[in-house]
């Protein structure tokens, strides 16, 4: 069992920066692909990013591309999403996620059999 905690969410300004953190337990972190996705209030949860086990390829919506960076410390058990130049519209609770099964590609929910708890993120205009 995967057991997954999210951290750093809290309330920024329009063009301000926060870093997210996922630490990771219950299974060896490079044999897990991982990803963020967030859910604002009355919509779906949407696909942020994802980075694969070893951290060679990197995926983002296009939404984020250009202002928000995932990575990975495999030696930490930790994954990250740095996120910078937030946008009122980034508000949403941010979940992290672990995929063990690669038979459908990183960008869909239900890619993933791990989540986190979700951290909020709050951006003020």
């Known amino acids: 069992q995967v057991q997954l905690v999210e951290s750093g969410g809290g309330l920024v300004q329009a063009g301000g920066s926060l870093r997210l953190s996922c630490a990771a337990s219950?299974?060896?972190?490079?044999?897990?692909?991982m990803g963020w996705f967030r859910q604002a209030p009355g919509k779906e949860r949407e696909f942020v990013a994802a980075?694969?086990?070893?951290?060679?390829?990197?995926y983002y919506a296009d939404s984020v591309k250009g202002r928000f960076t995932i990575s990975r410390d495999n030696a930490k058990n930790t994954m990250y999403l740095q996120m910078n130049s937030l946008k009122p519209e980034d508000t949403a609770i941010y979940y992290c996620?672990?995929?063990?099964?690669?038979?459908?590609?990183?960008?869909?929910?239900?890619?993933?059999?791990?989540w986190g708890q979700g951290t909020q993120v709050t951006v003020s205009s």
């Open positions: 996620a672990a995929r063990t099964d690669y038979s459908s590609g990183p960008h869909y929910t239900t890619s993933y059999g791990y």
């Open positions: 980075i694969t086990r070893s951290g060679t390829n990197i």
């Open positions: 219950g299974r060896t972190f490079s044999s897990l692909g």
